[in-house]
């Protein structure tokens, strides 16, 4: 492996570490305990992973706008291919799921609030993993809206306001809902996204920071992007244990630090961008697809097949920490298949699937 020192058609180091993004969040749904060295795990380790997602995609999508002859026919079918892959996955596929869920959790609900639920959920949230689609349609058009107006000090303002709101959101809660404005905003989005997981506070901005990096032609050497990565990780540590080294503070009741994965996903993007794997441009293809398969797969096979069905058949501690690598490892396996499968088939429709 070596430094990139030139803008290369295919970026595999990029193409890796999302390989490797993918399966760190599978990771993250596969801890479902509260066991502390466990969560843990997935505070530290996990969290950037979606972040360096939306990086990527803003990172590409900038690159896309700036050498199309048409950025507005290039970002037309942007829009569709994220809206066609949204409607396999997250309607036709995931669609049915949810909407059993919904439907067992609200029975004496009448059909006209059951209704405005599931398109809540499906349609302005995104179910399960596919809340990222959904934020990505939105953030790309901001984007392409401040890029073709030349209005890109919008889109500066919009990505330090959505860290703002969103470091307030999921930190400060309880001491700034003693400000009214606070209190209403916080109010307004969990009344329409219940968490902060969406365009304005997750999409615009890492999406956006990405679309600077490829315009600015921002590069920081792989070593220094690495001591980055490594320090905040530390102190994405230190955040983790803060509750603990000061148990007495009344603060933590109703708050919580979480910041640093914001520096995590930038150098963790940033590093991957100067590596050059010595690979080929079809195996950094297939890693690439892989990992969209595992991340639009993963929830499906953990949620609603593997867990029922060990909870029917076993009586295995499938919740315990011990079994989380047990579950990462079975989730693969299955993803991967699913990719073979859809690889060896190589139907255009099927290849939606792995946004092929």
């Known amino acids: 492996m070596s430094n990139s020192c030139k803008k290369s ?155 703002l709101l969103e470091v307030a959101y999921s930190c400060f809660q309880g001491v700034l ?15 329409v996204y219940s968490w902060e997981f969406n365009f304005l506070m997750f999409g615009i901005p890492f999406a956006g920071i990405g679309y600077f990096i490829y315009k600015k032609n921002v590069h920081i050497s792989s070593k220094i992007s690495a001591c980055i990565f490594f320090l905040a990780t530390l102190l994405r540590i230190v955040e983790y244990r803060l509750p603990v080294l000061f148990s007495d503070v009344q603060f933590w009741r109703e708050n919580e630090i979480s910041v640093v994965f914001i520096i995590q996903a930038i150098s963790f993007f940033c590093l991957a961008k100067e590596l050059n794997f010595k690979i080929t441009k079809k195996c950094s293809l297939t890693l690439r697809q892989w990992s969209s398969c595992v991340y639009f797969s993963h929830a499906i096979i953990l ?19 011990n079994f989380i690598a047990i579950k990462v490892v079975i989730v693969l396996m299955f993803c991967t298949l699913l990719f073979g499968i859809i690889k060896k088939i190589n139907n255009k429709y099927l290849n939606i699937l792995i946004n092929g």
């Not at 809206?83 to 996955?89: A, C, D, G, H, Q």
């Not at 097949?305 to 060990?310: F, T």
């Not at 058949?313 to 315990?320: D, G, K, N, S």
């Open 9 to 163: 058609e295919v970026y595999n180091g990029i193409d890796a570490f999302k390989a490797i993004a993918a399966i760190l969040i599978v990771l993250l749904h596969a801890i479902e305990t509260t066991d502390y060295f466990a969560g843990g795990v997935k505070f530290v380790f996990t969290r950037f992973a979606v972040p360096f997602f939306f990086i990527t995609s803003g990172f590409f999508f900038s690159r896309g706008l700036h050498r199309a002859e048409d950025p507005s026919r290039y970002f037309r079918n942007y829009e569709k291919n994220l809206l066609k892959i949204f409607f396999v996955w997250g309607i036709l596929i995931y669609g049915p799921f949810t909407i059993t869920s919904y439907v067992t959790a609200n029975r004496g609900a009448g059909i006209l609030k059951i209704f405005a639920l599931l398109v809540r959920r499906m349609l302005v949230i995104g179910s399960g993993p596919y809340w990222y689609l959904v934020a990505l349609v939105c953030s790309t058009a901001v984007i392409y809206w401040c890029h073709s107006k030349k209005k890109e000090g919008f889109l500066v303002a919009g990505i330090i306001v959505g860290l």
């Open 177 to 191: 809902s003693q400000i009214a404005i606070f209190r209403w905003f916080f109010k307004v989005i969990y009344a």
């Open 303 to 321: 949620y609603n097949l593997l867990n029922p069905i060990l909870e029917k058949l076993t009586e295995w501690p499938i919740y315990a920490p």
